[in-house]
């Protein structure tokens, strides 16, 4: 049974960092994506990033780019966002995602199958 638990969200003011975890259990990341979405309040969820085979390309949204990381650790299991530069527009809750099929790496969230429980972030003053 595959399982994602996100971790590392909080409060940060304007110009802070963050940086979420999404360990997985279960889950075989060759040839797969783990995606990072958000979803604010009253608005539809948004892709963010997304990280191909546990370690090969990356991609970004242009909201995020230059300011956002994704990463993984195959000994922890574990892939990571590093958020810096934050800005009140980045408040949402951060959901990973993983496995949209063999060498697909969708920026839409309906062809997911496996999904963490989210994370909280609020970017204020």
């Known amino acids: 049974q595959v399982q994602l638990v996100e971790s590392g969200g909080g409060s940060v003011q304007p110009g802070g960092s963050l940086r979420l975890s999404c360990t997985t259990s279960g889950f075989t990341y060759t040839y797969k994506c783990v995606t990072w979405f958000r979803q604010a309040p009253g608005k539809e969820r948004e892709w963010v990033a997304a990280l191909y085979g546990g370690g090969g390309d990356s991609y970004y949204a242009d909201s995020v780019k230059g300011r956002f990381t994704i990463s993984h650790d195959n000994a922890k299991n574990t892939t990571y966002l590093q958020m810096s530069s934050l800005r009140p527009e980045d408040t949402a809750t951060y959901y990973c995602?993983?496995?949209?099929?063999?060498?697909?790496?969708?920026?839409?969230?309906?062809?997911?199958?496996?999904w963490g429980q989210g994370t909280e972030v609020t970017v204020s003053s």
């Open positions: 995602a993983a496995d949209a099929g063999y060498g697909s790496c969708p920026n839409e969230p309906h062809p997911y199958k496996y």
